[in-house]
């Protein structure tokens, strides 16, 4: 597997396809892009997390080069904290550790590339297999925020979780 900047051109119309319906897409990115996967809206919202939190998107690709996974990754300078943010794994590629591989990947490159000295994300804890996919390669509950998001007639929690090198 490796990991390589993300290409809107190349890349948008595979990962479009794997957010296959509202809840999902709440679940992986808080409705921060819309649904259905807009590439303009895609652009737009990949450039304004470039802008406020100089997130860069990577994707993930096998040895083949088909695409496996996407996510974002931040580097706060003033805690030395990295961030990872819409993560996700092609639904045909999941429950075959992918998903662990591109996360060793990224924090790899968050420890030994940008030099982080812990790295965070954050998780609906009712998104089981993801939650189970970070505690996997070490992540830990850092904090619960009980009733962040809504969605529809649901309520969820936000799990921040970290990693330290």
């Known amino acids: ?22 809840r999902i897409n709440a679940m992986w990115c808080a409705n921060h892009f819309k649904f259905p996967l807009e590439k303009s809206d895609f652009e737009s919202v990949v450039k304004k997390f470039a802008d406020n939190f100089d997130e860069s998107p990577f994707v993930a690709t ?7 996974g996407y996510f974002g990754y931040s580097l706060n300078l003033e805690t030395n ?37 812990s790295v965070q994300l954050n998780v609906f804890p009712e998104n089981i297999p993801a939650k189970k996919c970070y505690e996997s390669v070490g992540f830990k509950e850092r904090n619960l925020t009980p009733n962040a998001f809504a969605f529809k007639d649901e309520c969820w929690a936000r799990c921040n979780m970290v990693i330290c090198k």
Do not use: C, H
């Open 81 to 117: 904290e990295g961030m990872l943010g819409f993560v996700m794994v092609n639904p045909k590629m999941r429950g075959k550790g992918y998903g662990k591989q591109m996360l060793k990947l990224a924090l790899e490159y968050a420890f030994n590339i940008s030099k982080a000295d």
């Open 1 to 22: 597997m490796r990991l390589r900047p993300f290409i809107l051109d190349k890349d948008f119309d595979a990962i479009k396809d794997w957010i296959a319906d509202e």
């Open 62 to 68: 096998d040895d083949d080069g088909n695409l496996v």
